[in-house]
């Protein structure tokens, strides 16, 4: 891979306790392919030269929250997309591992197939967000071709590498138990699963949309329900346990 030593971060969040095991601090990678109809982060979908940074700096401000990652804790690469610029990633993983620091890559698993071995060489955990399981029905939510993501998915087995499954539930779209069976039937065969999340989509993002002079792709769309979105969670946990005692 080709090195660059130079990416672009938007910001750093702290002491991050849900973007993957213990304490992290979560570094978000500004640019984005994708155009999922339900992103709240419309803001990030293009990077800013305001945004640059050398992989350097960036290790040295992680650096600075060392102490309170513990054990299992460390830093979060998400987005935008991280695997947008892959070379950064990678030099940026690479970095943080020399350190002793746990890497761990949110990602929809869209970016450049002949990177995915190196950055996966450096990443210990996947939050691997699942947009859609068949090709029409993934185009529509995000503008882009599956077999990408497949072949990201299809290389994080080969490297091993844990995962946690996390899936944007949308009413109307996806909070049905038809959608929680599929994903069931896709995920059970999966090694190294170690959590799977329903997150219920939300509207907190509808206003960045006017801020930039897009119009809203899931306009009058109310928010998910979060008890319901706990229940369809619970039926596919149990739906993949029954599967894999089955086979």
């Not at 090694?191 to 119009?215: D, F, Q, S």
Request: aromatic share 10%; charged share 25%.
């Amino acid at each position: 891979m080709k090195q660059s030593r130079t990416g672009y971060v938007r910001k750093l969040e702290s002491m991050g306790m849900v973007d993957g095991p213990g304490i992290r601090t979560i570094a978000f990678l500004s640019g984005c392919p994708l155009r999922c109809l339900f992103c709240h982060n419309p803001d990030m979908w293009r990077t800013d030269p305001a945004d640059e940074i050398t992989v350097e700096a960036l290790v040295d401000k992680l650096k600075r929250y060392k102490p309170y990652y513990g054990k299992d804790g460390g830093v979060t690469f998400c987005g935008g997309e991280p695997l947008n610029q892959p070379e950064f990633l990678y030099e940026a993983m690479k970095a943080c591992k020399a350190e002793g620091i746990s890497t761990c890559l949110d990602t929809s698993g869209f970016g450049r197939v002949d990177t995915f071995d190196d950055i996966l060489s450096v990443t210990d955990t996947i939050l691997y967000d699942i947009k859609g399981l068949e090709e029409k029905k993934y185009r529509e939510m995000t503008s882009a071709p599956l077999r990408v993501t497949q072949q990201f998915l299809e290389k994080a087995q080969a490297h091993n590498v844990p995962i946690w499954i996390r899936v944007v539930i949308v009413p109307g779209f996806h909070d049905n138990y038809q959608y929680m069976n599929e994903l069931a039937d896709y995920i059970a065969p999966l090694n190294n699963i170690e959590r799977i999340e329903l997150l219920p989509y939300h509207t907190m993002g509808v206003n960045k949309y006017e801020t930039i002079g897009k119009e809203y792709p899931l306009e009058g769309v109310p928010a998910m329900n979060k008890d319901t979105c706990m229940e369809l969670q619970e039926y596919l946990i149990n739906k993949v346990d029954v599967i894999r005692k089955s086979n």
